[in-house]
């Protein structure tokens, strides 16, 4: 897939690109950015975005709205997000994908283990709860090719110590680490905060790796959970957020082991999130 295609409209019949009665599409490049176009219509009108067969609408006489779709794609999950103004609106295509790269080694009670040597049941060192079984494991290859067209799917690779003792590792673009210091206690009222490597991506310590052929791997505990790979703490996959993390056969599958996991009662993060503006500000 080469692209996304975003259509909108308005419930009135206007399209949403100032079109009367034609169903104009826009092409979206994949990747984690945002883009703006012009809507036309009253305040109150409802704008309805597809994408394939999945729809959404803006909410009619609010002073902005928020919309999402998620998007399955041949590389993964993909969401759409759209926010919409008085006359413009703003697209961000958030890559959710979380996962370790095959050859990582894992923290386990009986020393560090390579990642795709593991399997449920095995146990393997939290941060915070000590010893704990994985649930869940599963991994995904991505070609030479499709990273060559799809560059934001390709790794991120963190040099050794670059955020304290640990070796060098490479993880997906949207996988959070753990980033701790004075900084982020100062600033965010806890000294450990989950960071997405793409985020911290500086070209100097941490860069996007080459398009070669990747395994990504994800590691599922019974909760949100930081494990050390490779020597730096980074988050497990969470449990409750399967649909933006996997694709459909590996959703399926947790959901086959695991009925009723989606709509448990939520879990919380297992550190606060910093988001890609406030990086900056705590180094």
């Known amino acids: 897939m080469a692209d996304l295609v975003l259509n909108g409209y308005d419930t009135s019949g206007?399209?949403?690109?100032?079109?009367?009665?034609?169903?104009?599409t826009i092409q979206i490049e994949p990747g984690f950015y945002t883009t703006s176009f012009a809507i036309f219509g009253d305040d109150d009108d409802t704008f309805?975005?597809?994408?394939?067969?999945?729809?959404?609408?803006?909410?009619?006489?609010?002073?902005?709205n928020e919309t999402r779709l998620r998007v399955e794609t041949d590389y993964g999950v993909q969401y759409i997000e759209i926010i919409s103004?008085?006359?413009?609106?703003?697209?961000v295509i958030e890559d959710s994908f979380i996962c370790f790269t095959a050859g990582a080694l894992v923290a386990t009670p009986d020393g560090p283990?390579?990642?795709?040597?593991?399997a449920p049941g095995d146990v393997v060192l939290t941060r915070d709860q000590g010893a704990q079984p994985?649930?869940?494991?599963?991994?995904?290859?991505?070609s030479a090719e499709m990273l060559a067209q799809f560059p934001d799917r390709r790794p991120i690779e963190i040099a050794a110590g670059a955020f304290g003792a640990h070796g060098a590792t490479r993880v997906s673009a949207g996988h959070r680490v753990m980033v701790s210091g004075w900084k982020a206690a100062a600033l965010f009222g806890t000294d450990e905060v989950l960071v997405a490597a793409r985020d911290l991506?500086?070209?100097?310590?941490?860069?996007?790796?080459?398009?070669?052929?990747v395994t990504y791997v994800h590691v599922m505990l019974e909760a949100h959970a930081l494990i050390q790979v490779d020597g730096l703490w980074s988050e497990s996959l969470h449990p409750g957020a399967l649909s933006s993390t996997l694709g459909t056969a590996h959703r399926d599958?947790?959901?086959e082991l695991f009925p009723g996991i989606e709509t448990a009662a939520p879990q919380m993060l297992a550190r606060p999130t910093v988001g890609a503006a406030d990086v900056a500000m705590l180094f």
């Open 48 to 64: 309805v975005f597809y994408v394939g067969d999945q729809t959404a609408s803006t909410v009619p006489g609010a002073a902005d």
């Open 85 to 91: 103004f008085s006359g413009t609106a703003n697209i």
């Open 134 to 142: 994985i649930a869940w494991i599963g991994s995904t290859t991505l």
């Open 253 to 255: 599958e947790v959901l």
């Open 113 to 118: 283990r390579r990642i795709e040597t593991l």
């Open 201 to 213: 991506v500086d070209d100097v310590q941490v860069r996007r790796g080459p398009a070669e052929t």
């Open 14 to 24: 206007l399209n949403a690109f100032g079109t009367p009665g034609v169903t104009t």
